[in-house]
């Protein structure tokens, strides 16, 4: 089951709701082509999160990344938020969709072909930036990366990027793990924190769709919370964005490694939210979509 063109809105609602595995061949390809298109606009960028990892690691892309990965630093190596804007509609041209969220968090979803990459644009206002999901990266590990070959090509990554890889994904980072295995390795080493914002609720629901009472939910980087008696609870959220959760209760653990939440938003968990979105994919999919209803 696909959704879309490939190159259009509902095509990346598909990915980011099911993500299915990118697949090498065309994953090169994509990464080919979005190298042109920026090193055509004068625009350094880095591979990063998953890409990176393969990269570095395995010399290829993971065979189950559901996406790509790249980072660029406004205020380094010349960049500027006009040569975003100017790179963004090259991209258009190019024939990729883009989901650009308003703010100054320039982060940026793109699809071509069935192909999504994520563009982080990072700024250079402080020591370090926060990489999803709230992961701290010191900024002098990207401001000179270190150029590598792949495909070919020249890449860049963090430098040393054995460092940026074990401050992402861990000790461990040199294991592979496929989707549902490695998350925790992530969200486990961010510290919780009181955040300023206004609620949105969440009830959790078992596989049999009964309310789970005491159940602990994390907002990564955030609160912890309990539910009650109904299964729910209240997360305090700062600004509409995708967010990192963790639903604990006996007998079952799961990190929702990326949901789309927002203040005032009411939403629904029920443990069997994989299998069901699977089954209506009709297909072997990741598990980090969105595994969350709105009530």
Known sequence: ????????????????????????????????????????????????????????????????DDDLDIMSVIGENGLTDAKVDAALAAFRERGYFIYAPEGEHRTFSMIKDYVRTGWDCYRNDRDYVLVY?????????????????FLGERFLVPNPPEEYLRLKYGEAWQTPKRAGAYESDVVDKIPAEVVDGSPCSLRVLDEAGEPVSGAEVTLVGGGRSTTDARGATELILPRPDWYALVIRYPGHEQVLYMEELAPGGAYVYRADAAKRATAEAGQTVGTLGTLLTTE
């Open 1 to 64: 089951m696909t959704t879309g063109n490939g190159s259009d809105e509902a095509s990346l609602a598909f990915t980011l709701k099911y993500n299915p595995p990118v697949g090498a061949e065309a994953a090169e390809r994509a990464l080919r082509d979005i190298k042109e298109v920026l090193d055509g606009q004068g625009v350094v960028f880095l591979l990063s999160s998953g890409t990176c990892l393969g990269v570095v690691r395995d010399n290829a892309i993971i065979p189950w």
């Open 133 to 149: 999901p709230k992961t701290q990266i010191p900024l002098r590990l990207l401001a000179d990366p270190k150029e590598i070959a």
